[in-house]
């Protein structure tokens, strides 16, 4: 780590991953990334530019973890949270693309100590697992998350769905916009309480997400807000997909299904929500 002021340190047990701890820092960050369980070190690295503690958690598929996205204890963000209020931060902000940023807003409904959420690409329903649970096993589905060893309600998916194509790979929008028609009660049980986050809450979307409906998930979560007389700021773009690449940014295209946008349109939102962003940190 080149920033002056900026020591990196690999952490391992309770919490995982990278911390770049910037001296003194008053802000810590978390940064989750989505289901490639990559641990974002890059993106850590540019929150730590603006003077904050970055730490880039891994939390799925590292020792002793779960190694799917299956029934992972939402406690895994609370001791996050406590390892940076241990370091003397005192405002904490997490920032989460795709399932991390499912995962960041159902920390932030939790865990009051959260003061500011950026959820990119995000989702506002709880939906089923991705790859195995602690038995190794992923079917049949289970919830991506638990509570105080429950498991969260969360929307079925259905494996007869019409698959579409985008640049020659599956996009996956169209099951997700299936699932949600055809399980409507289960929708509703597994509607993430955004009306619950106390912190303040940006959302970045681009319209031609190929991966799922972010936009339209975004929406929902700013309309509900409103509902309930919270403020929400959404940044959006119809032709970036799922991919939002913040300033610096490189992050390859999956090779297994579709992200919809193009290279230009994800950077030019990504650069626009940089500047609220920063403004947040």
Known sequence: MD?????????????????????????????????????????????????????????????????????????????????????????????????????????????????????????????????????????PERSSWTLKGMPLPFVPTRPNWRASHVDGLVSYRGLFQHCLASFGQEADKAVIPVEAISAKLVLVAGGDDALWPSLDFARSIVRRREDAGKATRLVSSPDAGHRILLPGETTPRSALHAHGGNDHADARLGRDAWELIRDLL
């Open 3 to 139: 920033e002056p002021g900026v020591t990196e340190e690999i952490l391992s047990g309770g919490v995982a991953g990278t911390l770049l701890r910037c001296a003194d820092a008053m802000t810590g960050v978390v940064v989750l990334s989505g289901s490639s369980g990559r641990v974002d070190v890059a993106r850590a690295k540019l929150f730590a530019s603006e003077g904050v503690s970055a730490l880039a958690l891994q939390w799925f598929g590292g020792e002793g973890q779960v190694p799917g996205i299956c029934e992972i204890p939402l406690e895994i963000f609370f001791a996050a949270t406590d390892h940076l209020v241990g370091l003397g931060c005192r405002r904490i902000v997490y920032v989460g693309t795709s399932k991390g940023a499912e995962a960041a807003l159902l920390a932030a409904a939790h865990d009051q100590r959260i003061d500011a959420v950026i959820a990119i690409s995000p989702t506002s329903v709880v939906w089923g697992n991705i790859g195995p649970g602690r038995d190794g096993i992923s079917w």
